[in-house]
């Protein structure tokens, strides 16, 4: 069943537990539970990694994107219920591709779709695009574990 509803910044900030300078998704625009996630990233010159990446040309850092992504696949996984006293480790990255940069002013739209979970292990394919064009992809695997472990 497809949830149309999107999930602002406060829910956001309820599901997960990034704040600025690293959380890096600004809204949910749909989800299907236990399915996939669409999500936006909105790319602006006033981000703390532009000063040194690059200073006379603002690239986005990759490493970020697949954050963003990885942010945007937990928020598929708590969406359905958030686990407290939980963290969600970014566990494994396999098969990563950069295709285009991600610059100031850019709209990252960021999709996760679910692969698989076992024991607590959950496994993605990610993408991102930024106006139709793909720009990141990479498969995800991330870990629910107790805080402090």
Known sequence: ??????????????????????????????????????????????????????PDYPVMPGVLIIEALAQTAALLTFSEAKQENAVYYFAGIDNARFKKPVLPGDQLLMVATYDRERAGIYKFHVEATVDGELVAEANITCAIRPKGM
Do not use: C, W
């Not at 309820?14 to 749909?30: A, E, Q, T």
């Open 1 to 54: 069943m497809s949830n149309d509803i999107g999930i602002d910044i406060n829910r956001i900030m309820d599901l997960l537990p990034h704040r600025y300078p690293f959380l890096l998704v600004d809204r949910v625009l749909k989800y299907t539970p236990r399915d996939s996630i669409t999500a936006i990233k909105n790319v602006t010159i006033n981000e703390p990694f532009f000063q040194g990446h690059f």
